[in-house]
C-alpha cells in the first residue's frame, strides 16, 4: 500500500518548483518504505510505498505509458483473475495491473477489479486528469482545485500545508460538533477543510480545462443499491453455502503478505469468526495469527468484576478459551497501564487528520497498532464491521417482517420458538417489541449537544434534519430492506473508517483490513432472505449456524453476555487524566467559541466523569486540539 499525492496544472504552465517539497513534507511523519515522484513540466506525481507483501517490492510508481501518468494507493484481492484477463504476467504488480484493467475497461473497470486502492491518472493527450478511490472508499484521496491547478493526496495536509489560506469548513465542523458519537461525515465529500474534497465509495472524479476554469465531473461507477436484489425465496442450504463459500474466500483472499498477520481479537462473534479462518488457513503454511484484546486494568475489575449485568469487562478468558482451539494464534492482552482517552489525542488527531471523537477505544488500538508493528505485522485483521454484516440478525426484524406479510401464525410459531429457547418472559419481549414495530417509520430522534452548542448553526446548515435523513431506518432492530442497505452502504461511515484504515496504516505501516465489510460480504447480505439472519429461535445465524465447524460452541452460542472494550475509561480518566494543577477545562480552545458558549463548555468539562458525560468531553479535547492546530 502507499499514499499517493501531486499536482496538475490543466493550462499547461509549469508545476511551481516549491509544490513538490511543500507537498511531500508531510508524508515524512509517516512509516514509509520508499518514495518516487515524476515532475514533467505540468504534472507532479509521487508515491509513497509501504512494503506489505512480495508485489509491493517491486512496484514502480509513478509510471508513464503512452502518454498517460499514473499513480496508484492499491493492493488486490484478484491478482490471478486480473492476470488472466488482462494477459498480464505473473510479474506484474498491484499497480500495474489495476491500470491495465483500468486501461482495457475504463470506467467499468470496478466490475472486474476486487481490492482497496486509490489511484490518478492525467492523459496528456487529452489533458483531462482522474481521481478514482475503491468500491467502499476504503483509502481515502482528496483532491482541491486552485485556479487552473488541481491538487491531489491521500493526505489532507499535503493540500493545506501547500496551498495558503485553506480554512476550516463551517459546514462539516458543524454537522461533526452537534452529536457526541463518533460519526462525523454529514455531508457527501466535505472535509474538515474548506475546498478539501474527499471521494465517496465507488466514485471517479474527472477534471478538464474549460476557458480557463476547471470543469469538476463526479460518477458512481460502482452503486449496489441500484441492483443488488435479495432472494425470493430461503434456502437454507444455499444459503449457508453461500455465505461461507463468500466469507471463507474473503478471509483468505486478504492476508496475502510475506511479513506476519495479526487481528483485533475480541471474545464476540464477529472477530472469533474471523480469526478462526484465518488461523486455520495461516496454520497450513505453518503461519502465526498474532492477536490483540483489550483488557481493563485490575483495580476496575476488583472494584467492578469481570462481567456487569449484559456485558463483559473483561474478555481475556474467552480469548484464552478461543486460542486453545487454534494454537497458531499468539496472544497479547492490552492494559495500557496508565492511559487514558487522551493519552494520545494529539498525537492522534495530528495524523489522522481529523478531530477524532472515538478516543474512548483508541488508547487500546494505538498500543494494539504499536505491538503489531513490532512483532512485524503486516496485515492487521478486525471484525468490526460485523454487526451489520455477518452477525446482523434480531428476531424482532423477523417477526416484522412476518407480520407486514401477512404470516400471523409464522410469526407466533416463530415469536413462541425464540421467548422459550431465550427463557425470556412473553409478555415483556411482546411489549418491547410491538413498540418498536409501531415506531420503526417514524424519524429518529436525533440528539443535538444541548451544552452551548450555538443553534445558529443547527437552523443555518438545517442540521437536525440532514442527520434525521441520513439515519432514518437505518438503526434499531427492525429494518426495511431499503434502510439496512443505506446502513451498510453509508457514505459518511465508509468515508470515516476509510481515512481512519489508510492513514493509522500509514502511521503504524500495518494494513488494516477487516473481511466483515469487503465488497462481497456487503452484497451478499443484501442478498440474503431475512430468514437467513433470524429464525428458528436463533438469532445472528450466520454465524451461529452456518459457521458451527469453525467458530467454538461457547462462544457461538452464547446468547446470554456480550463483550465490552473500554469499560473502564472513566475510572481511567479519574485515576491517570488531567493532574491535580491543571483542570480539564483548561484543554479547551477558545476557537471552539465560534460553535459553543465557552463558558457553559468550560463548567461542563469540569464536571464529575462519568459513562454520560465522557463522549462528550472526548469530543471537545479532541476538537479544541484540531482548531487550535488548523483553524486560520
Not at 494505538?366 to 508493528?373: E, L, P
Amino acid at each position: 500500500m502507499s499514499a499517493i499525492w501531486g499536482c496538475i496544472d490543466l493550462s499547461g504552465a509549469d508545476i511551481d518548483q516549491c509544490i513538490p517539497d511543500k507537498m511531500s513534507e508531510c508524508t515524512y511523519k509517516y512509516k514509509i518504505d520508499r518514495r518516487e515522484a515524476i515532475v514533467d513540466k505540468n504534472i507532479f506525481m509521487a508515491c509513497g510505498l509501504q512494503y506489505i507483501n512480495k508485489e509491493s517490492r517491486y512496484e514502480k510508481m509513478p509510471f508513464v505509458k503512452d502518454d498517460i501518468y499514473y499513480t496508484a494507493d492499491v493492493i488486490l484481492d484478484n491478482r490471478q483473475q486480473l492476470i488472466s484477463e488482462t494477459s498480464a504476467t505473473e510479474l506484474a504488480t498491484d499497480g500495474e495491473l489495476l491500470f491495465e484493467a483500468w486501461k482495457k475497461w475504463g470506467d467499468d473497470f470496478g466490475d472486474h477489479v476486487l481490492g482497496l486502492f486509490s489511484f490518478a491518472v492525467y492523459d496528456k493527450r487529452k489533458n483531462e486528469f482522474r481521481l478514482y478511490t475503491d468500491h467502499l472508499s476504503n483509502r481515502c484521496i482528496h483532491y482541491y482545485v486552485d485556479g487552473s491547478k488541481v491538487f491531489f493526496s491521500t493526505l489532507t495536509s499535503s493540500i493545506t500545508d501547500t496551498v495558503p489560506g485553506i480554512g476550516i469548513c463551517e459546514k462539516w465542523m458543524s454537522a461533526s460538533l452537534i452529536t457526541d458519537f463518533a460519526y462525523c461525515f454529514l455531508f457527501d465529500g466535505l472535509t474538515p477543510f474548506e475546498g478539501v474534497h474527499i471521494l465517496p465509495y465507488g466514485t471517479g472524479v474527472s477534471f478538464k480545462n474549460l476557458s480557463g476554469s476547471v470543469s469538476v465531473n463526479n460518477y458512481r461507477y460502482y452503486d449496489p443499491l441500484s441492483h443488488v436484489e435479495q432472494m425470493k425465496t430461503f434456502d437454507d442450504e444455499k444459503c449457508r453455502e453461500l455465505f461461507r463459500t463468500t466469507f471463507i474466500k474473503c478471509v483468505r483472499d486478504i492476508v496475502r503478505t510475506d511479513g506476519e498477520c495479526g487481528i483485533l481479537l475480541s471474545g464476540g462473534l464477529d472477530s472469533t469468526s474471523v480469526g478462526s479462518i484465518a488461523a486455520e488457513y495461516l496454520g497450513k503454511d505453518n503461519k502465526n495469527l498474532y492477536s490483540y484484546t483489550s483488557v481493563p486494568i485490575k483495580d476496575f475489575v476488583d472494584e467492578f468484576g469481570s462481567t456487569s449485568g449484559y456485558y463483559v469487562n473483561d474478555e481475556s478468558k474467552d480469548v484464552e478459551d478461543f486460542c486453545k482451539y487454534y494454537p497458531n494464534i499468539k496472544p497479547s492482552f492490552i492494559a495500557c497501564e496508565g492511559e487514558h482517552l487522551f493519552t494520545h489525542v494529539d498525537e492522534v488527531c495530528d495524523y489522522l487528520e481529523l478531530p477524532y471523537k472515538a478516543l474512548i477505544n483508541h488508547v487500546w488500538m494505538h498500543n494494539s497498532y504499536a505491538k503489531a508493528h513490532e512483532q512485524g505485522v503486516k496485515i492487521l485483521l478486525s471484525g468490526a464491521n460485523g454487526n451489520d454484516t455477518i452477525s446482523y440478525g434480531k428476531m424482532e426484524n423477523t417477526l416484522a417482517r412476518l407480520i407486514k406479510s401477512f404470516h400471523f401464525i409464522e410469526c407466533y410459531k416463530q415469536f413462541k420458538t425464540y421467548t422459550e429457547k431465550e427463557r425470556i418472559i412473553k409478555k415483556k419481549y411482546a411489549k418491547r417489541f410491538l413498540k418498536e414495530l409501531f415506531y420503526v417509520t417514524e424519524r429518529p430522534n436525533i440528539y443535538c449537544d444541548e451544552n452551548g452548542y450555538k443553534k445558529e448553526f443547527i437552523d443555518r446548515f438545517n442540521l437536525k434534519t440532514e442527520w434525521e435523513k441520513v439515519l432514518q431506518g437505518t438503526t434499531g432492530n427492525i429494518r426495511t430492506n431499503e434502510g439496512y442497505g443505506r446502513c451498510i452502504f453509508a457514505t459518511g461511515i465508509l468515508q470515516l473508517l476509510g481515512i481512519i484504515n489508510t492513514k493509522a496504516g500509514l502511521y503504524f505501516d500495518v494494513m488494516m483490513r477487516d473481511p466483515t465489510m469487503d465488497k462481497r460480504i456487503l452484497e451478499l447480505c443484501l442478498t440474503l432472505p431475512y430468514k437467513a439472519y433470524a429464525w428458528n429461535g436463533v438469532e445472528r445465524r450466520l454465524i451461529r449456524s452456518y459457521l458451527d465447524d469453525y467458530v467454538p460452541d461457547e462462544i457461538r452460542l452464547n446468547t446470554r453476555f456480550r463483550g465490552k472494550q473500554s469499560a473502564d475509561a472513566v475510572l481511567r480518566l479519574n485515576r491517570f487524566g488531567v493532574s491535580s494543577t491543571k483542570k480539564l477545562s483548561d484543554t479547551v480552545s477558545d476557537k471552539l467559541g465560534k460553535y459553543y458558549d465557552l463558558e457553559r463548555v468550560k463548567k461542563g468539562m469540569d464536571e464529575p466523569d462519568s459513562d454520560e458525560n465522557i463522549d462528550w468531553k472526548a469530543k471537545i479535547v479532541s476538537c479544541s486540539i484540531f482548531l487550535d492546530k488548523y483553524a486560520k
